[in-house]
């Protein structure tokens, strides 16, 4: 992840440009919260213009970045122009501000540095709650929350290529399967950011090649350390050793409990997903297929 901290020097050199391109004075509504420091920054620049309470009551809403775009989606029920100082949509828009990367995590001179603007995101979901992130036992838990996360997403920007070291030596009329199975995975569900655990067996074919076994959990927890959905899951595992490897067959079966279905919603303690991806032999020859289900168990 890249960082990037929007300088005062920024916030007035967008809030000029806009304002040339808006010379009448016009009623501002700032969305919460960045949006009303860009609405003063803004309507100090025009004058005559000043901030409302309401969105109904405005002619210009106003908010300090455009990323997903889901906060002017949210606010096109009154169908008034909507500006923002910074944008990470490519647009040629005269609305739109100072534009960014999109891959970059921006802090606002308001939001503090960058650990504390990342903070006020559990600090609020706390509040959200009805939580009191104040109490004792509270304190410190924005903090270790967002440690946590970073360790259960670490998969990010990790190529399996780099952990995936060939070797021919020992792979010589080998032709049998190589099994590998109950590796735990650990990962988080992108539906409702609820965790996913379980087991995966991966199995493959050679030819005239091998990899060290501890990288298959490796490869395991590059693509489950992201956020997920299971069959995508699988499907990456599979897709990385063929890549890689190069072998006459892979396979890989995941066997997970979703945390999202048994905590929540529909509620169903101890349901196990069953998914797999088969490539090569194992989707062309129904006998591999099955020799391969026995071997890890699972047929």
């Not at 809403?61 to 490519?90: H, M």
């Not at 998914?275 to 194992?282: C, Q, Y």
Request: net charge neutral; with cysteine.
């Amino acid at each position: 992840m890249k960082f990037r901290k929007i300088t005062n020097k920024e916030i007035h050199q967008s809030a000029v440009n806009l304002a040339l391109r808006i010379p009448l004075a016009h009623r501002f509504y700032g969305v919460p919260r960045g949006g009303v420091p860009a609405a003063l920054a803004l309507s100090s620049r025009i004058l005559g213009s000043f901030l409302v309470e309401r969105p109904e009551d405005c002619d210009i809403i106003v908010d300090d970045i455009i990323e997903s775009g889901i906060t002017r989606q949210r606010y096109a029920k009154y169908n008034k122009p909507f500006v923002a100082l910074f944008t990470k949509e490519i647009s040629s828009s005269s609305l739109y501000g100072i534009s960014l990367d999109p891959k970059e995590w921006v802090v606002f001179p308001w939001e503090g540095d960058v650990e504390h603007s990342a903070e006020d995101i559990p600090r609020r979901l706390l509040q959200f709650i009805g939580e009191d992130p104040n109490r004792g036992g509270l304190k410190e838990t924005p903090a270790r929350f967002l440690n946590a996360w970073k360790e259960w997403t670490d998969g990010y920007g990790k190529d399996p290529s780099e952990i995936l070291k060939v070797f021919e030596d020992g792979a010589k009329d080998y032709d049998e399967f190589v099994i590998v199975k109950d590796i735990p995975v650990y990962s988080q569900c992108e539906h409702h950011l609820a965790m996913i655990f379980g087991t995966v067996a991966i199995g493959y074919i050679p030819d005239k090649h091998i990899i060290g076994l501890s990288k298959f959990s490796r490869l395991v927890n590059i693509f489950a350390k992201r956020l997920q959905v299971q069959e995508r899951l699988t499907v990456q595992i599979a897709q990385a050793i063929q890549d890689n490897l190069k072998p006459k067959a892979v396979g890989v079966v995941l066997k997970c409990r979703h945390m999202c279905m048994e905590s929540r919603g529909i509620c169903t303690p101890g349901t196990i997903t069953i998914t797999s991806a088969m490539l090569g032999l194992l989707r062309d020859e129904p006998e591999t297929r099955s020799e391969f289900l026995r071997l890890i168990g699972n047929e």
